[in-house]
């Protein structure tokens, strides 16, 4: 069934490390793929996306490649920051329904 | 634009009372909006699908009944606890999702409401 698998966390990092967070999903057809980030005690914010394949969405220094080889949506930034700390969730829309499928999240602590 | 709001963004009740939670789009009209709820430290579960004018589709193991969604209008849907209990506690998240042409998968999602029952 349609499904989202992005690794566990906490991920802890020292400020200005690179970060990878990796995702893959099980779909059918071309969905839409989506990164968003909860902020501690925030809602969750959309922080990139990706409509179809080989598209990067970018944002804030953060990106992500649309690899439909892979089925894979990896979250990348080359140098983060202690703001940067917060669950990030990888997810995708089903075109069947327009539902977003999500991941279990990724809890990332940047240290200074 | 397509700012969503939640009220209240927190509720502390006692067992047995209901609690209605609101979630409004500020700057756009959503013809569909989903309610979710969140545990601790895991991810979103849908609960339901609410489009305006019409009845809510609940995910399987959801008491309709028990969450009762209303969409009243298309800025506008309510998502009632009934005879809350301490295990309803939890953050529940709406989002809307933009009318348009052609398919668009992309929800903007409120703030957040935590509740506590007691």
């Known amino acids: 069934g349609d499904s989202v698998t992005q690794m566990e966390g906490p991920v802890t990092l020292s400020e200005e490390a690179f970060l990878t967070i990796n995702c893959t999903y099980t779909?059918?057809?071309?969905?839409?793929l989506f990164w968003y980030v909860q902020y501690p005690g925030e809602g969750l914010q959309l922080l990139l996306k990706a409509t179809k394949a080989d598209d990067k969405g970018s944002n804030k220094g953060f990106e992500a490649t649309y690899r439909k080889e892979t089925t894979s949506f990896h979250l990348e930034k080359g140098s983060v920051q202690v703001s940067d700390s917060a669950v990030y969730f990888c997810?995708?829309?089903?075109?069947?329904?327009?539902?977003?499928?999500f991941g279990k999240g990724t809890r990332l602590h940047i240290l200074p | 634009g397509a700012v969503v709001s939640q009220h209240p963004s927190w509720v502390i009740c006692k067992s047995g009372t209901s609690v209605k939670i609101e979630c409004r789009s500020l700057d756009f009209q959503a013809t569909t909006m989903f309610w979710y709820r969140q545990f601790p430290k895991q991810s979103l579960m849908l609960m339901a699908t609410s489009n305006e004018g019409s009845k809510a589709t609940y995910e399987q193991g959801v008491e309709k009944d028990k969450f009762l969604i209303n969409h009243a209008s298309l800025t506008l849907s309510t998502l009632t606890v009934t005879s809350a209990h301490p295990e309803d506690s939890s953050f529940y998240i709406c989002?809307?999702?933009?009318?348009?042409?052609?398919?668009?998968?992309?929800?903007?999602f409120g703030p957040g409401t935590r509740l506590t029952v007691l």
């Open positions: 989002s809307a999702r933009v009318l348009s042409e052609g398919p668009n998968n992309e929800q903007f």
């Open positions: 997810a995708f829309g089903r075109n069947r329904d327009d539902k977003i499928i």
């Open positions: 779909a059918t057809g071309y969905p839409s």
